[in-house]
């Protein structure tokens, strides 16, 4: 299966190539352990990206980490073709804060449960990425970092999710998966960043907060960061 996928992109006139993944030519990124990751993320302190945009409502994303085969893994979602919105667009589990919600980790693993029928008590929190506001829905989203002891047995609901995609942090770190494009948008220039996954091509938000988590977990700067939002 070749790299890229079903998903349609609203590519700008006058979109032009970036540069490369924030971490090529780092040699120690793909032998990245989970306890490398743990402790990367629990050292990690988020922001509130500031945004000028008002907040009409609060989200959550779960993060979902696992070791198999001696190897990283994160768990995504393509969401199912039926939806109204982002149709075929690759996502971390999570959604809207619910008033019941305790705090953002609950609306994370309560979503994961509603969408991939993750058990919300297997998941152990280990930190969060940075917090930020998006240009679409003015939601402000909580990405929240957890770690499962083992890959877990899931089922997509069928409302919500087309796919689950079992993803190992190698493959992210491929240089042939990154690609970066600048767009204009609203009055900016902008980095965009893509991931080429086997069979699917992930975009957007959760381009960006996979690209903040790698930067993270690899130790380096990434002057060009979409987390600057």
């Known amino acids: 299966m070749g790299r890229g996928g079903p998903q349609e992109i609203p590519r700008p006139a006058g979109a032009r190539p970036g540069g490369r993944a924030p971490w090529s030519g780092v040699d120690s990124a793909t032998s990245l352990s989970l306890d490398d990751i743990e402790r990367a993320i629990s050292s990690y302190r988020p922001v509130v990206h500031e945004s000028q945009r008002p907040i009409r409502h609060e989200s959550a994303v779960l993060v979902p980490l696992y070791e198999y085969d001696g190897r990283p893994h994160v768990i995504l979602t393509r969401r199912a073709a039926h939806m109204r919105t982002h149709t075929h667009q690759v996502a971390f589990p999570g959604g809207r804060a619910d008033p019941a919600d305790a705090d ?15 058990d919300p008590a297997l998941p152990r929190r280990i930190g969060a990425l940075d917090r930020f506001v998006t240009f679409t829905s003015d939601s402000l989203i909580h990405p929240e970092v957890g770690v499962l002891a ?15 995609l079992h993803v190992s942090i190698a493959e992210l770190l ?6 970066e494009e600048h767009w ?23 381009a960006s907060l ?13 002057v060009a960061s979409e987390a600057r939002r």
């Open 210 to 222: 996979l690209r903040q988590f790698l930067t993270i977990v690899t130790g380096v700067d990434d």
């Open 150 to 164: 083992r890959r877990p047995v899931l089922t997509a609901s069928p409302a919500e999710v087309e796919h689950i």
């Open 104 to 118: 953002p980790w609950h609306t994370a693993t309560r979503e994961a449960h509603e969408e991939i029928d993750l």
């Open 184 to 206: 204009h948008l609203d009055g900016l220039e902008r980095p965009v960043t893509f991931f080429e996954l086997h069979g699917d091509t992930v975009w957007g938000v959760t």
């Open 174 to 179: 491929d240089d042939d998966a990154f690609r």
